[in-house]
Every structure is written in structure tokens, then in C-alpha cells.
């Protein structure tokens, strides 16, 4: 269930509550990804001291290790991983192409094959970056396999085509997920009559059409007609220029039902995140607040910073001299910078604890600033302070 | 300063205070190695709520980096490291041979030389592991670093001979030690002088004489007339059997001061700190577990296992069920394993929260049961459980 608390005038960006069997999300939100069942270098107690409502888990990954079963009998993704509160389980169909193949897969059904990945109107067959083992994933199976991992929101099958694809393919792709998205909701209703009332899952589905306008728009009316209890932005933040990505996101707007939570998946940056919010968009998850941690990398309001930087060295700052973190709570830059370069766990704890609560702070001030309708001069002001590397793609 | 608050009958086991600028430790204390500025994955807090009262750090390494200048601009290393509680720093005696050295160092001076460390009545040349660059530390200047780094117990410079060295050796460095605690104490009586009141530093000695009884008593009585605050047993641990290890403890006991802490540098296993308490050993520090954590092994009352048994793939137990620390409260054997396998660092932290609150509550269950008077029972019934592996010396 979704409701809408605020809209900002004179932009799409709106506050909501989304209310799942494990709880409720503030939206707009930023969702940290557990790709393994656990959020890297970091424990539940610590995302839920900064604000973190709802995480993710990867079916690609759980469903190769430890398998879905497993997990099922554990009691669920939520129980086996310590977090007991929302979470969304995406559908594999990213990674099945981006992990899934031999070497880099750049778009078209022949060269899919080439790479190792077989894509046929049943489904997708894919080799396990893991071992090399073949795996075949149909719409129905997904569903299935999110069912038994149990988390509240759950994603339909697709094929994200790469966005540097040719509108034949881009078609294809996205003709193949409209087919597939019937199938995963009709295989979707039928499991969840199985499934307690206190259990049951909420189906999303994932509109594509890579660059193109009016492949966008022709798939967000696709899914916007299916009434399913949201809708996401799927082949956004995966080759395409940023200029490409918020143009693509203004083509949307009107398009995407004004009653769902609108997911804008893989996404991201400050910058994007603030972009995107201002064109409607209410849920966000991305790796990099994480990954960037760990090799050292770190936000500050005025932009991305290195831990290594010789300045810091006799540093007794935090991170961010405005950040409430644990770690700016506790560390300044010297340490830290030490510890990052003895290799040390604990460097890559505090980095991402930092960069998980940046965003998820932003998100909170987003929510704040458009409850109170200053949302416009809050998205100006952290924009021209904020610095974004040259040809950072997000 | 050190109060005796019990003594076991038929044992030389006893429970006591240590009070110190930073505050009190409980003994029998285990303190948690955190060599370069942290205990490897876990954050102080955690520590603290294990019941760690005192951690250490290593000069070695804080003196190669970042360099105790730098520690000490930042407030010292208790506060640079969130740790505003009772630290102790060895003296880099210990490392400057198993880590100064070019190759395994197997004593003797020739053999010193051979290995890249050169060993005088003034000090010790040595290699830095980190860049090769050579490095000269004599007792005086240890006491200089140690005060820059600001713990509240520091240690004496020493000579640390390997458990296999020859009776001509070991006496040697025995004395080059008596010679050099004895600079270590005229400087460290200069320096103090200098500090304020509250920032009053412990010198302790370490008492060597590898496994030859008349050395090692020889030593003991020459520390013990230092008349300082505390004593240490060095040279433990290094290669001699557990035996020799119980044996060179027994023929100590008598010779070591009644009324000061008495500290065995590097150990232990459980089984180790029981016998060692049972022989009035009173503080003990070991990176045992932490280190065993981060390769999957992790102690129970039972002994040793590892994480990647197939048995756990499907247990829903935690590590032990009779386990209070936080890994045991909220995570499967099942998780912990699948986490392991896929490397995350949740693993590492996880485990070495639950070893380090195995021998912190070891310590904790030690004093309970010396002030109840019934530590015998106890040594009795936790060897009598805990399978010791074939051949593990500690």
C-alpha cells in the first residue's frame, strides 16, 4: 500500500509511506543493497541507526549460493540475515546479463549468445559466474524463487538490454519483458494465494526501452495498465549518458501512475538521486555508497573525496565536519586514513557506514525540504556546493 | 596500582584491580591485540560491550606507521583510536626479531646478523617489514615512543630469544635485558617527570630466560627487585612445548612478586589461560582470536571448529547455544557459514566478536569463580569438555 503525504509544487518530488508485512518506508528512499544477504562491512543494527527502512537482496546471487531452498527453510531472507524489517528481492534480470556472460555483453540476441547467454521468449539461459554451470531463468521461476527468499517487495523478470543498444533490440527486449511480466503476474497471484496474509509479497514491474522515447513511454503505459502496487525504471544507470538518464526520466513523468511508488533502480549519486526525485521518483538502491567505501572513496557535501589524500594525514576533522555518523562521531580523517592504508576491516566499516548514512540522510532531508515545500531551493543549494567529478557517470 | 581482592586455596590463581589513569581492569584480564591502531574488524564499542577493559597496541608497528609523532599530535593513541579506556603498548622487543628479521630467525647473534637484525649492548638494528629501510631501537628510545603513544601500562625493551635457543644465547639475552630494562627504568623515570599526574604511565618489565630454570628464575628475582608496578613473562609461546610452557610457569611462581600483576605476553588458548591463571598469572593478551576468526575458526566450550563444516549448512543453532555475544543472539551456524564462503566481511566480524567474548568471558567466569572459591572445579570441568586438537601448541 502506498500513500502520499506531500507534493512539492512546481516539481514532481512527493513524500509517501509505503506499508509492508514488515513495516513501513518513508519514500523518497534510499535502499542499501545486501547483495548476499548482507550489506558489505556492515550490520542491521547500524543501518537502522542511520535510517535505513528496507534493503535489498539479489536473486542471482542467493539463488546460486546458497539457493533459495535453503533460505526458505531458514525461516526467510529477512529472519536468516538478522533483518526483520522490509526488504526487496530484484529479479535477476540484470545480472543475468551482466555477470551471466562470458565477457562484456553489449545488446543483440546473437551477440547474447556469443557471450555465453541464450534469450529466447521462455526465458533466459545464463552460465553461473561462480562455476561455469548453466541456469535457466523463466518468469515463473523467478517468481517462485522470490517467493521463497520472502522478501515484501518483489521484481518481475525482465530483460534489461544495455543502453547503448539499437532500437531493434531495445523493441525486442522490451517486448520480451511485456510477455514476461504477464507470466510472472500470473504465476505471482496463483503463489501468493498460498501465502499467509501476513506474508504476502508486492509485485513490481520493470519498464524498459533503454534510450528510446517511445519505447519508454509505450512500456511505462505497458506497466502502468497492469495495476500492480508499483512500478520501476529498469536500463537506467547502465551506459547511458546522464543527460540521456534525466531526459528519459522527464519523458516518463506523465506516464507513470501517479498512486504507485515509482523505483528508479540501480541509481545512486547524490546528484541523481536529487534529479530524480525532482522528476517523481520515490525509491532508489545502488552498490556504490559501499563499494566506493571500500576502495577509499567518500561523500562530503561539497562532493567525492579520497581517504588517501596527503592533507588528511594529520587531519583531526571527521569526514565531514556536518555528518552525524558513527564515524564522524568518533574518527577523524588522520585515523581513518591510517587505518585505510594498513588494509584494516575497520576502515572499510566506517567508509561505508559514512557514505550509507550520506545518502540515507539525504533522502531524509529530500522528505524533509518537501514536506515543508522547499524542496527546489534545497536541490539548488546542495547542487552548486556539491562537486561532481567530470564524466562521472552514475 | 594493584589490589588483591581474593586468593584461591590449593591454587595460585587470584582476582584483582589494576587502576589506572584511563580506569580500573579486573583480573584475570584478557586483553585484545589491536596491533596497528585497532582490533582487527570490530569497533570499540563492541569491546566494551564484551567487557574488555584494557586493549593493546604495537610500538613496532605504531612507530613504522604512522609514527608515534603523529599519534601523539592527535591526542595520543587512546583518543585517535575511540579507545578512552586502559591501553597498554608493548616494547617492539618481540617483533623486531620474528618481524625484523629477513627470515625465520632461530636465535643466537651470528644468526641475528645473518637474518638482517643486529643485535648490541645498545640496542637492536633491525629491517622494517614494510619497506626494508633500517632502524635502530634501544631502551631509551623505546621509552620515547611508548610515552608519544601514551598508554597507561608500557613495556620494557627486552630481548624476546626464540624457545629454541641454546643455553649460551638465552643467557645472553637475559642479560643484555637486565642491562636494558635498567636504562628502560632511569629514562622512563625522567620522562614521567615531565607528564602530568593524570598521564602517569606503568613500566613494566619482561622477565626472560627461555625454558632454562635457573635463567628464568635468575631473571624473575632480578625483576622483581626492580620494584616496579608490574610484571611480565616474555619469551613464552615462541616455539617451546606446552610442557615446557606449564613447567617454566610452575618453577616461577614463587619467584614472582606477590603484590603486582603478573603479565604472560602472547597467550593464550582457553586451556593456557586456565593453567596459567591456576599458576598466579594474572593479564594475558593474544591475537589468536581474531586471527583464527578471519580464517572461519571459532571456539565453543567444546573446543575448536571451523565454519565451513557441511554439517552447518542447514543449522539453525548459533555458534554455541550457550553463547551470549551478539553473533550467537542473531545469526545461524547456516548464515555465518554462507557469509564465510562468499567472504563478506560480516564473516570476520561476526567471528571475531564471538571469539573475543569467549576468552573475555573465560576471563570473566575465572573471577567469578576464584571469588566464590571454586576456580579448581571449574579449571576441572571446562578441560574435561574442551577437546584440545593433537598437537596445537599455542
Redesign the interface.
Known amino acids: 500500500m502506498f500513500t502520499i503525504l506531500k507534493k512539492q509544487p512546481g516539481s514532481g518530488a512527493r513524500t509517501g509511506i509505503i506499508t509492508t508485512p514488515h513495516g513501513q518506508i518513508h519514500t523518497p528512499a534510499f535502499m542499501p543493497v545486501g547483495t ?3 550489506v ?5 543494527e547500524e543501518l537502522v541507526e542511520m535510517g535505513a527502512e528496507i534493503i535489498l537482496g539479489n536473486t542471482y546471487h542467493l539463488h546460486l ?2 539457493g533459495e531452498e ?1 533460505i526458505e ?3 526467510g531472507l529477512q529472519k ?3 533483518w526483520n524489517r522490509p526488504m526487496l528481492t530484484d529479479s535477476g534480470g540484470f545480472q543475468v546479463f551482466s555477470l551471466g556472460s562470458e565477457k562484456d555483453y553489449t545488446g543483440g540476441e546473437d551477440e547474447a549468445t556469443k557471450t555465453g547467454v541464450k534469450i529466447t521468449d521462455e526465458g533466459v539461459e545464463f552460465k553461473s559466474h561462480l562455476d561455469g554451470t548453466k541456469h535457466f531463468f523463466t518468469p515463473e521461476k523467478v517468481m517462485h524463487i522470490e517467493a521463497k527468499l520472502g522478501a515484501d517487495i518483489i521484481m518481475a523478470f525482465d530483460e534489461c538490454a544495455p543502453g547503448t543498444s539499437d532500437k531493434a533490440y531495445a523493441k525486442g527486449a522490451m517486448d520480451r519483458t511485456h510477455n514476461w511480466v504477464l507470466k510472472c503476474k500470473k504465476e505471482h497471484e496463483l503463489i501468493q494465494k498460498d501465502r499467509p496474509e501476513n506474508a504476502q509479497q508486492m509485485l513490481f514491474p520493470i519498464a524498459q526501452g533503454v534510450i528510446y522515447d517511445d519505447l519508454r513511454v509505450e512500456s511505462a503505459k505497458f506497466m502502468a495498465d497492469l495495476d500492480l502496487p508499483g512500478i520501476a525504471i529498469g536500463g537506467l544507470s547502465v551506459g547511458e549518458s546522464k543527460t540521456e538518464m534525466y531526459h528519459t526520466l522527464d519523458i516518463l513523468q506523465p506516464h507513470l501512475p501517479e498512486n504507485k511508488p515509482r523505483y528508479l533502480m540501480g541509481v545512486g549519486t547524490p546528484e541523481d538521486m536529487l534529479e530524480a526525485v525532482d522528476r517523481g521518483v520515490d525509491m532508489f538502491d545502488c552498490v556504490l555508497p559501499t563499494r566506493i567505501a571500500r576502495h577509499g572513496t567518500f561523500w562530503t557535501e561539497f562532493g567525492r573525496f579520497h581517504i588517501k589524500n596527503a592533507e588528511y ?2 587531519s ?1 576533522l571527521p569526514l565531514s565536519p556536518t555528518c552525524t555518523c558513527y564515524a564522524c562521531r ?3 580523517l ?2 581513518i586514513r ?2 585505510f ?2 588494509k ?3 576502515a ?2 566506517l567508509l561505508s557506514i559514512h557514505n550509507l548514512h550520506f545518502l540515507l540522510n539525504l533522502a531524509k532531508e529530500m522528505r524533509e525540504h518537501i514536506n515543508a515545500g522547499t524542496f527546489p531551493t534545497f536541490k539548488k543549494d546542495f547542487l552548486a556546493k556539491f562537486i561532481i567529478p567530470s564524466g562521472n557517470k552514475s
Chains 1, 2 share one sequence.
Open positions: 548476499k544477504g548482507t558489505k562491512a556492515i550490520k542491521p549460493r546458497p535453503l527453510k531458514m525461516g536468516w540475515t538478522n594525514r594529520e583531526a568518533n574518527y577523524s588522520s585515523y591510517h587505518i592504508f594498513e584494516e576491516i575497520l572499510a566499516m
